[in-house]
């Protein structure tokens, strides 16, 4: 059974920091290239970073570019997303997701993602 786990979320205030995983199980998670995404009360779900399968690359959208740093740890199977010198903006569910990771090349298009997780939580008081 493919799963995603999305685990760290919470309340901060602004400047604070937290620190978002996402445990997979269930397929190879080193074919995989990972997105992370987001989405505020009201608005659409919004790509916010990538890591591409093999060669770790990242992909990061303006908006967070400086703030939020994309990882993977293929030993444990986790992705990771710190994000760094939170804004209210920044308030949204937050969710993983998986696609396959060929043919190479960076995406945060959702419809081209496989598996998704259920979401966590992210709060930001000003």
């Known amino acids: 059974e493919v799963q995603l786990v999305e685990s760290g979320g919470g309340l901060v205030q602004a400047g604070g920091s937290l620190r978002l995983s996402c445990a997979a199980s269930?397929?190879?998670?080193?074919?995989?290239?990972f997105g992370w995404f987001r989405q505020a009360p009201g608005k659409e779900r919004e790509g916010v970073s990538c890591?591409?399968?093999?060669?770790?690359?990242?992909y990061y959208i303006d908006s967070v570019e400086g703030r939020f740093t994309i990882s993977r740890n293929d030993a444990k199977n986790t992705v990771y997303l710190q994000i760094d010198n939170l804004e209210p903006e920044d308030t949204a569910v937050y969710y993983c997701?998986?696609?396959?990771?060929?043919?190479?090349?960076?995406?945060?298009?959702?419809?081209?993602?496989?598996?998704w997780g259920q979401g966590t939580q992210v709060t930001v008081s000003s």
């Open positions: 269930g397929f190879t998670f080193d074919d995989y290239a």
């Open positions: 997701a998986a696609r396959l990771g060929y043919p190479p090349g960076h995406t945060l298009d959702p419809r081209r993602y496989d598996y």
């Open positions: 890591v591409a399968s093999k060669s770790g690359s990242t």
